[in-house]
């Protein structure tokens, strides 16, 4: 979790503003975010959304909300792949 925070927000050198995040770059950081957090990893990443709007920092807000989203899906995903693996579809 911790280059997650280190990449949206500057703290080391690796700072990615939300328009230069690619697709998969924040289903990778909601991916890591998930194995920190588990199922509250949405509700991470939206308090995080929520954080930045409230200091104005729109870029950061956005790449926040990119990947809630992606975190949401992916976990709203999973117990479907579990079903499908286990009945061999």
């Known amino acids: 979790m911790a280059e997650v925070i280190r990449t949206l927000t500057g703290w080391g050198r690796r700072r990615k503003s939300a328009a230069s ?11 890591e975010l998930i194995a920190s957090l588990g199922e509250r990893a949405t509700s991470y990443a ?14 950061r807000m956005t790449a926040w909300r990119w990947i809630a989203g992606a975190t949401d899906e992916i976990l709203r995903s999973e117990p479907e792949e579990e079903l499908s693996r286990a009945s061999g579809d």
Do not use: K
């Not at 995040?21 to 991916?31: K, P």
């Not at 939206?46 to 870029?59: H, K, P, T, V």
């Open 46 to 59: 939206n308090y995080q959304a929520l954080q930045a709007r409230e200091s104005g920092d729109r870029i």
């Open 21 to 31: 995040l690619s697709g998969i770059e924040v289903w990778r950081l909601a991916n």
